[in-house]
């Protein structure tokens, strides 16, 4: 049944409505629905039971799990380039980082401090799908047990992991299809060392700050070709 979203819901509340559904006997008792939660509930009895003796035996997530976020170390450095968006995306405001940069670096970015408050962390993944350089993904870790609230803050001496411990994940990440838009997750590995000095060898602006300004204070002058209708 095609459900019309155009069309606004009826209040189910409002008795004076000519269009208001009556309900039968059997649904103002409500008897039906408590059997059929109480059949279901037998029949989850009889259904065969999977117990794992922790912590000998240790359950092995699927690459669709999302355990506790980590940090993609790439070689000796970490992908990060510590732009935020990550830490404006989550919903609890358990990130927290320090942008810092390197003359040498080709990134030139990197977090000088890179937190996450396992504690506030709710696991939805928003800072693994906002991340443009996929720095940060969701891990098979489950098990995390802290003692005190500090030990819950942790930083990139506990969050960096090697790429090669991640290569499950990275790779659900490329075959990851959003089912609302249809599109696939496409990330360029190469396009994490690039630099705005620098961006690629066909194209390098070479302009000062005074260049851009000018340039921007010519495009806010100029006419517009056309008008908008009022």
Known sequence: MQVNLDQPVVNALNPN???????????????PEI??????????????????NYPEERWSPPDIFRGRPVLVKDGDRER???CGL????????????????VSDDPKERYPEFFEINMLRCIYCGFCEEVCPEEAIVM????????Q???EAIYGKDKLLVPKEDLKD????LRNYKNSQFGNTWDFQEENNIHSVRD????????????DLLEQQSQADSSQAKRFWKT
Do not use: H
């Open 169 to 172: 994940r990275l790779n659900y």
């Open 86 to 101: 990550c830490a404006r995306a989550c919903p609890p405001l358990a990130i927290s980082m320090q942008a810092s940069e």
């Open 139 to 146: 891990s098979k870790d489950y098990d995390l047990v802290f």
């Open 199 to 210: 961006r690629d060898r066909e194209w390098n602006t070479g302009l000062s700050l005074v």
């Open 80 to 82: 990060c380039v510590a």
């Open 17 to 31: 409505f000519k269009k208001e559904r009556k309900f039968s006997f059997l649904e103002r008792i409500y008897l």
């Open 148 to 150: 005190s609230r500090e």
């Open 35 to 52: 059997f059929k939660g109480l059949i279901y509930t037998f029949k989850q009895m009889f259904t065969p039971k999977f117990t794992y």
